[in-house]
């Protein structure tokens, strides 16, 4: 979470302006831990996937909100079908 310089409300990283006074948000590069996330094709891709898309989603997590937040919004995901929506669309050789 950012804050806006001219009247101090709170806003999402992504923000361009600010919705209470409409002050123009100047963009922030992105910033990442560990910006280099790679893959041991000779390994098991999707638990890699996996471990580094929470690994992005904890990061992100701990960027915009609160990283106390990281369980419910992690909860949230798996009751929500997006793991098993998302493996049925794999190509076969990634299951």
């Given at each position: 979470m950012k804050r806006c310089p001219r009247c101090?409300?709170?806003l999402p990283i992504e923000a361009r302006f600010c919705w209470q006074c409409g002050a123009v948000q100047e963009e922030q590069a992105p910033h990442r831990k560990n910006a280099s996330y790679r893959v041991d094709l000779t390994g098991n891709l999707e638990a890699q996937l996996n471990e580094q898309f929470f690994q992005a989603l904890r990061e992100r997590i701990e960027k915009e909100h609160d990283s106390?937040?990281?369980?419910?919004?992690?909860e949230r995901l798996y009751t929500s079908g997006f793991r098993d929506a998302l493996s049925s669309g794999l190509p076969s050789w990634l299951n």
């Open positions: 101090n409300t709170g106390r937040l990281f369980p419910e919004f992690s």
